[in-house]
């Protein structure tokens, strides 16, 4: 995959590990950068007993001897305060010696304009924003915001934001057309750095209940999360740990008994499949209940498959197939490709004002006159020789 879109020219990649096991990551820096891409690493930020100051301090470390193109510091929960941006932006930057240092952060709590300020006070020079209705939300901070604010600091932002409100004008027009949500700014939410659970994540937890006519059980199952989490040994919550402690606390609310079904990846963390700094900080207890089942010890025996890429081509279609067809063959699946070769035309938003649009079409055609008419008014154009 990133050989395909190497070919195309994009040269630049951000990766993660959910663990910031910067000792895979650097493993992978190596193999992309054969294939000619260059690397930012992520160090992700998380609260818990085990994500002190030292940890972070450690993980820049580890970071930095790697030699990455860029580090980014990443507040994927939005959970930094300002005090915390500082104290913890400041540390990283003592530890990664003239490797240069981004920041990015999520709005779900309310703080991440205020943090961006801070991490450029500390030094930061590249900070990561949205265009709205993009922005705010769970999103990024928005640019204009975020430049604005700099300006009154006395900062210089290296950014055109002349360009920037059309792009603005169209995403709002397409929003509003089809009632789509646009970001906005949100409250502080102290409850937010119990369970930790990402902001999209929620809504889905809480759709989901509803299906089954569970809503009100949202709050317990969110305070559920927040135990299960320790229990599991403080993963980061995001992808896909958010989602295996978020759906495991779900499962025990519901059923009433803790731990009585296991979803499979849960049962693969704690066999350490998801990395053995999962498993090895697990409860002792709960670790045990989940293994002391048939299911685990058939996950257990399964060996997964590593077939070579001819195997792959061949599965999906054979050796006619186009490296970009046979990727979207294998990540979206075949019958999605075959609907989307049939699909209708994609819906385009073209016309914001649609008169100024109308008129511009018209103009480019070889037309003796046109005519329009709109109730009562009625309009003649005519080329004349």
Known sequence: MIQTVANYGID???????????EALGKEAKELKKLGM????????????RHT?????????????LKPYRLCF??????????????????????IDDIPLEFHAHCNNGLA????????KEGVRIVHTAIPPLANGSSQPSV??????????GYKPLVNLDALPPVREHFSWIAKREGLPVGAPREFDQAWYGHQVPGGMISNLRHQLKLMGKEEKLQEVLEETAQVRAELGYPIMVTPFAQFVGSQAAINVILGERYKEVTDPVIQYALG??????????????????????RAREIEKIEYPEPALEEVRKQYGGPHLSDEELLLRFYAGPEFVDALKGAPPRKEYLARKPLVRLVE?????????????????????????
């Open 113 to 120: 304009p205020f943090n961006l300020l801070e991490a450029v």
């Open 38 to 49: 260059e690397t930012v690493m992520n160090l992700i930020y998380s609260i818990s007993p």
């Open 361 to 385: 079409e018209l103009g480019k055609k070889k037309l003796g006159h046109v005519h329009i008419r709109k109730g009562d008014f009625s309009l003649t154009v005519q080329r004349t020789e």
């Open 12 to 22: 630049l990649t951000r990766t993660s590990n959910a663990w910031n096991d910067f």
């Open 144 to 153: 204009f915001n975020v430049a604005g604010n700099l300006r009154a600091l």
């Open 273 to 294: 499949l998801w990395g053995k700094e999962g498993s090895d900080h697990m409860d002792s207890a709960v670790k045990a209940k989940i293994l002391d089942r048939p």
């Open 74 to 95: 990443k507040d994927v929960g939005g959970m930094l305060t300002p005090d915390r941006t500082r104290e913890l932006v400041s540390l990283i930057k003592r530890n």
């Open 53 to 65: 100051d030292e940890y972070y301090a450690q993980k820049a470390r580890d970071a930095a001897a």
